[in-house]
């Protein structure tokens, strides 16, 4: 169990996602709150259609939300400017998506050095890190590589290695498994489990129940865009603590 | 900035075939500018060489102005004459006047009858003068001189295999000049104009009587004292002479020209050449630009993705676009190498093609500063093409582009 004096990493405050469509508005994701600390281990849950992606995408302070404000690292994104969001973002999260997205003309070191040089990391600096983490996702040996050349569960944990190029708060991985079998899955699923261990911050969005309980600590469950339950694991079992929060949220909606 | 330099050079290392087939602008207009201003020196020389410009104080005065239909003189009605010639040497600003004839006639040699131009050359000293300032020397055989009366010296093409005549005439064998047998004693190098290697030149005297001249001439070749007289002497040649024909200022029927003056009109000449040339390659660059526009624009919309990731691992605005507007510089710049370096080489074999045709030996003229303006501006041109599609690279809502 999570204790509550823990760092609050992100906190989500009653946000609304709408996309205008036509004339009408669709309500992409309404009155969620959502609080990750750090060391936690966080999925979001959901069927398709449910809002997870735009959760995601909110979360990982890439899109603005229509109402609510999103704190990362206890500041308020919707100050920042685009620049200095995107500088933020490539400081204290790190992606990863399920088709990899690996930049295809830079090789697997270059892909891992990318992040390092949006913050203005020296060129050596950059060099040795990249070694470093490759080493750590076991691929130092496929460094001068392309993303081409190389398996899908290989791209993923370059993107690991990647995602923890500037040493971040909060690993954001999106279906991290979804384009993998099962067993090179659980090979991607078992660093993000060391990394959590180690102290890192994991925030995972997938589709898959079993997936989500088996290593998060908390699962948001997300349904039509809402929240529909939050769950805890209490030893080897999860509990329902969602009560409360949906009355809250439902409360302030109403204000 | 290094970083999306190199980043950039990473990514054109992937480019496709379209990408560089949109240069061909760019590389067309700088190999025109750069193998035009490489063979600029070569085509002056040329086209001087052509005209008989030579770079002495060698001052031309003949009779009618120009005329484009026959040798020069032949036109006037009013010819110059051995009097005027004589009055002219007796200027103080004139060191030697030299009285020529150039008639065109008909030449037979081996049964084949051509019509051609035969050129007097003069006696004592000013034939020595004469061959200094036309460069004559002989390839085969030997120079006129003093005493030749029926012989003939004769320009580089009568020695080719279809030159002149289908069979090369040799140094001893006889030509026919209006009728009348002349024996070829030598043959002149190449001097690289037309007029010279397909002339026949023989001695004044026998050429005049050949041609019935009389005191008539079509030529005065004036040598100044001293090349800072070279205005003072026109202007007296020019005084003299409308004396000489009673005509007013403004009405002469004859020209005094200078070296300076004949190498100005070909330099405008060569310069309204040269003016085309660059508008047309201005013309291909701009299509070049217009080119890397297009494909910077198709290159922003299919990297949609990789400017989403960029963005989401934390590129800002102003690094997509770095890495994009270097990028289309880049692009650019490989055009404007290419360029130079097919320019050159155009610049290279055209200076060796002008050296063979004049024999003279002119030397290519590799300008840094023309080379570093070259490839600074095919940078410049593609960096500016690639402004707008860089901007619309950086302004991509990273949700958008990550889904592709």
């Known amino acids: 169990m999570v204790k509550e004096e823990q760092k609050e990493v992100i906190r989500l405050r009653n946000v609304s996602k709408h996309y205008p469509m036509g004339d009408s508005v669709v309500k992409a994701l309404s009155h969620l709150d959502f609080k990750v600390f750090q060391g936690e281990f966080v999925a979001i849950m959901g069927p398709s259609g449910s809002g997870k992606s735009t959760t995601m995408n909110l979360v990982g302070s890439l899109d603005m939300p229509t109402f609510g404000t999103i704190y990362l690292d206890g500041g308020d994104i919707s100050e920042l400017s685009e620049s200095d969001l995107a500088q933020v973002r490539g400081q204290k999260i790190g992606f990863i998506f399920q088709s990899f997205n690996l930049i295809p003309n830079l090789t697997v070191q270059e892909n891992v050095m990318l992040p390092m040089m949006f913050q203005g990391t020296s060129l050596e600096e950059r060099e040795e890190k990249a070694i470093e983490l490759l080493k750590l996702v076991e691929l130092d040996d496929r460094m001068d590589h392309y993303?081409?050349?190389?398996?899908?569960?290989?791209?993923?944990?370059?993107?690991?290695?990647?995602?923890?190029?500037?040493?971040p708060e909060v690993i954001l991985a999106d279906e991290p498994t979804g384009n993998l079998d099962t067993k090179t899955g659980a090979i991607v699923?078992?660093?993000?489990?060391?990394?959590?261990?180690?102290?890192?911050?994991?925030?995972?969005?997938?589709?898959?129940?079993?997936?989500?309980?088996?290593?998060?600590?908390?699962?948001?469950?997300?349904?039509?865009?809402?929240?529909?339950?939050?769950?805890?694991?209490?030893?080897?079992?999860?509990?329902d603590v969602t009560k409360k929060k949906k009355k809250e949220a439902k409360s302030n909606g109403r204000r | 900035m290094k970083d999306y330099l190199v980043l950039a050079i990473k990514n054109l290392r992937h480019r496709g075939i379209r990408s560089w087939l949109t240069l061909?602008?760019?590389?067309?207009?700088?190999?025109?500018?750069?193998?035009?201003?490489?063979?600029?020196?070569?085509?002056?020389?040329?086209?001087?060489?052509?005209?008989?410009i030579s770079a002495t104080e060698i001052i031309t005065v003949q009779a009618g102005g120009v005329n484009a239909f026959g040798p020069p003189g032949s036109g006037a009605v009013n010819k110059l004459t051995i009097a005027d010639s004589d009055a002219i040497e007796k200027l103080s600003s004139v060191d030697v006047s030299i009285p020529r004839i150039i008639s065109s006639g008909k030449l037979e040699y081996d049964d084949t009858l051509v019509f051609g131009m035969s050129a007097s050359i003069p006696s004592g000293n000013k034939r020595k003068l004469s061959y200094e300032v036309l460069e004559s020397e002989v390839e085969t055989g030997r120079l006129l001189k003093d005493g030749d009366v029926n012989k003939v010296m004769l320009g580089y093409n009568f020695g080719l295999v279809?030159?002149?005549?289908?069979?090369?005439?040799?140094?001893?064998?006889?030509?026919?000049?209006?009728?009348?047998?002349?024996?070829?004693?030598?043959?002149?190098?190449?001097?690289g104009s037309a007029i010279f290697d397909n002339a026949v030149m023989m001695n004044y005297i026998p050429l005049r009587d050949l041609f019935d001249y009389g005191d008539d001439l079509d030529v005065l070749a004036v040598k100044v004292r001293g090349e800072d007289s070279m205005d003072r002497a026109k202007e007296d040649i020019e005084k003299l002479l409308r004396k000489r024909r009673n005509?007013?200022?403004?009405e002469e029927d004859f020209e005094v020209s200078t070296p300076e003056a004949m190498m100005e009109t070909v330099n405008?000449?060569?310069?309204?050449?040269?003016?085309?040339?660059?508008?047309?390659?201005?013309?291909s660059i701009l299509v070049g630009a217009l080119g890397i526009v297009n494909t910077m624009t198709t290159s922003v919309l299919e990297r949609r993705k990789e400017i989403g990731i960029m963005k989401a691992i934390g590129g800002t605005n102003w690094q997509v676009f770095l890495q994009f507007f270097f990028e289309s510089g880049l692009l650019g710049l490989v055009g404007?190498?290419?360029?130079?370096?097919?320019?050159?080489?155009?610049?290279?074999?055209?200076?060796?093609?002008?050296?063979?045709?004049?024999g003279g030996d002119i030397g290519l003229v590799i300008d840094p500063i023309l080379i570093g303006g070259a490839l600074l501006g095919s940078f410049v041109i593609g960096s500016l093409a690639g402004i707008v599609p860089a901007m619309s690279a950086a302004k991509q809502n990273p949700v958008e582009a990550l889904r592709g």
């Not at chain 2, 279809?162 to 001097?191: A, H, Y």
């Open chain 1, 147 to 167: 993303p081409g050349e190389i398996s899908g569960g290989q791209m993923q944990r370059v993107a690991i290695a990647r995602s923890l190029a500037n040493d």
């Open chain 1, 189 to 239: 699923m078992e660093f993000l489990e060391k990394l959590n261990k180690e102290g890192k911050t994991v925030i995972m969005v997938t589709h898959d129940p079993e997936l989500a309980e088996r290593y998060a600590d908390v699962v948001y469950w997300l349904l039509d865009g809402e929240l529909d339950k939050v769950t805890k694991r209490v030893g080897k079992k999860f509990i």
């Open chain 2, 24 to 52: 061909l602008g760019i590389f067309i207009g700088i190999t025109a500018v750069v193998s035009l201003m490489s063979l600029g020196a070569g085509l002056q020389a040329a086209v001087s060489a052509q005209f008989g």
């Open chain 2, 162 to 191: 279809d030159g002149v005549f289908e069979k090369p005439v040799v140094v001893g064998k006889t030509v026919l000049i209006q009728d009348e047998k002349f024996i070829v004693v030598g043959i002149l190098e190449k001097s």
């Open chain 2, 247 to 250: 005509v007013d200022v403004g």
């Open chain 2, 268 to 283: 405008s000449v060569l310069g309204g050449v040269q003016a085309f040339i660059v508008i047309i390659a201005s013309i």
């Open chain 2, 336 to 358: 404007g190498i290419v360029g130079v370096i097919l320019g050159t080489l155009i610049g290279f074999f055209g200076i060796a093609g002008i050296n063979n045709f004049i």
